[in-house]
Each structure stands twice: as C-alpha cells, then as structure tokens.
C-alpha cells in the first residue's frame, strides 16, 4: 500500500485455529456423512483433508494421536474442520484435542 510517497506492508497473523473455520470437512468428494470408527482415525482424517489445501500447516505423528478404543460415530453436515475436530472429540470419552506450537496435532486422554 502506498500513502503520502511512503510504502507499507500490511501484515495480518493468522492462527491455524482460525484457518480451520474456513474449510468444510468433506468425505469423497461430499459435505454430508457420517463416519464410524475410532475417533482418532476420524481426526487424523481431518488433519489429512485440510492438509491437502493448506500443506505443511497441520499434521500429527505416530506419538501426537493416541487411539481411542470403540466406534465412534459422527455426522458431519457442511462441518468446517475446526468444528470437526470439537465433535469428534466429545464421542471420545475423557479425550482432548489441541494443535501445538509446531502445528502437531494432539489428541490424547485426559489424566
């Protein structure tokens, strides 16, 4: 931008929580679905689509996800992914789900 002879640089930081309200969740090719498996499964399918659009923001290792045991059903309406993660994360009993500094996904059981 450039105002009274003088160029400025507009600098807006955007957090990855932010950004994960801008996309909606989608399963094969569609934005309505439920998915039935593990819930960590189901985030790491979060994590992965996002990804797709926005690469190297987002990720998880074989450590950051720990399984969560039994089926876990959700259904997913035009969902953004931020608010995937949040119901994914409510049918998984005593489990809590956060992005870190490093944008590691970690989901793991409460203590």
């Not at 640089?9 to 990855?16: C, P, T």
């Not at 094969?28 to 979060?46: G, I, P």
């Not at 990720?59 to 089926?71: K, L, Q």
Request: charged residues 15%; glycine residues 8%.
């Amino acid at each position: 931008m450039a105002e009274n002879g003088k160029n400025y640089i507009e600098v807006r930081a955007v957090g990855i929580a932010s950004m994960l309200t801008w996309v909606y969740f989608q399963y094969s090719a569609s934005y309505a679905f439920t998915r039935s498996q593990a819930a960590h499964l189901t985030m790491k399918e979060v994590v992965d689509y996002f990804a797709t659009l926005y690469p190297g923001l987002i990720t998880y290792t074989g450590t950051s996800v720990e399984a969560a045991g039994g089926t876990s059903a959700v259904a997913f309406d035009y969902t953004k992914c931020l608010a995937a993660l949040d119901e994914i994360a409510k049918t998984a009993a005593r489990y809590w789900w956060a992005i870190d500094g490093s944008g590691i996904l970690q989901f793991h059981p409460l203590v």
